[in-house]
C-alpha cells in the first residue's frame, strides 16, 4: 500500500465517523468548448521554495481557530461551534502525505491526461465530445473539469471525504502551480496545500531493461539478449 493510501484509509476511520455527507462538486464547468484549453504535458520537479510548508500552514490556522469567539454583544445569539482542532490536523497530515511526491509526469492527448506521481498512485482525467467523464478506481470516484485554463480533479471517497486539486500552468509554460485541497464533512475547515513545479528534462537510462521468464525483470548498461 502507498504512503498515500495508508493516509486515506486512516484519515477514512478518522474523520469519516457518523458523517454521510456527500461533497458537493461543481458540473457547471464540466464541459467546454473546442480542443483541450491547456497543455500540461512534460516532467515536472518541484520547487520548494515556492512551495507551501504543511506544518507552518497548519500552525497558521490553528492560531486562527483557537482565538476567542468574537462577542456580537446581543444576548441570547447562538454561540460559535466550538471547532475540532483535532480534526484539521488529520485533514492536514492526509494532505501532505498526497503531496508529498516531489516529480510529477504528465501525458495529454486529446481525450486524456494522465498525472503519475513517483512512488504513489496517478490520477486520470477523461474528456469525450467536450464533457469531463467520470473513473472508477480503488480509491473512489474521479472528476475532472476545466475551469478556464485550470484543469480541476476532485477525488470522492466514502462518508463525505473529498480531495481536490487545482492545476495551473505559467504563460510559459515552465511552471505549474498545484493548490490541493482536502476536506471532509466531519470538519468545517478544509485544508488547503499550495506547491510549485518547474519542467525539466528526465534523464536518459544507461540501462536497457527485458523481462524473462526464469529472471523477471534483466537490466544492462549493454545488449542484452533475452
Request: charged share 20%; proline share 7%.
Amino acid at each position: 500500500m502507498t504512503r498515500a493510501a495508508t493516509a486515506i484509509a486512516a484519515a477514512l476511520c478518522f474523520l469519516t465517523v457518523g458523517c454521510t455527507n456527500q461533497p458537493a462538486i461543481n458540473n457547471s464547468a464540466r464541459s467546454f468548448a473546442g480542443g483541450i484549453p491547456a497543455d500540461l504535458s512534460g516532467s515536472w520537479e518541484r520547487d520548494y521554495s515556492r512551495s507551501d510548508d504543511a506544518q507552518a500552514v497548519l500552525n497558521s490556522m490553528l492560531r486562527r481557530m483557537t482565538r476567542p469567539a468574537p462577542d456580537t454583544g446581543y444576548p441570547g445569539n447562538t454561540p460559535y461551534p466550538t471547532p475540532d482542532p483535532s480534526k484539521l490536523v488529520a485533514l492536514a497530515q492526509m494532505a501532505e502525505m498526497i503531496t508529498r511526491p516531489d516529480v510529477l509526469t504528465i501525458a495529454q492527448s486529446e481525450n486524456e491526461i494522465s498525472i503519475a506521481r513517483k512512488d504513489d498512485f496517478s490520477m486520470l482525467c477523461e474528456f469525450y465530445d467536450g464533457y469531463a467523464k467520470r473513473t472508477v478506481s480503488e480509491y473512489g470516484t474521479e472528476v475532472c473539469n476545466w475551469n478556464g485554463r485550470q484543469l480541476e480533479s476532485h477525488l470522492i471517497l466514502p462518508d463525505g471525504l473529498l480531495i481536490s486539486h487545482r492545476f495551473t500552468i505559467s504563460a510559459d509554460g515552465q511552471n505549474l502551480h498545484v493548490s490541493t485541497t482536502v476536506s471532509s464533512g466531519a470538519s468545517r475547515t478544509p485544508f488547503t496545500l499550495n506547491r510549485v513545479y518547474m519542467k525539466f528534462d528526465p534523464p536518459e537510462s544507461d540501462f536497457n531493461c527485458v523481462e524473462t521468464l526464469s529472471m523477471k525483470r534483466v537490466c544492462s548498461t549493454g545488449e542484452i539478449f533475452p
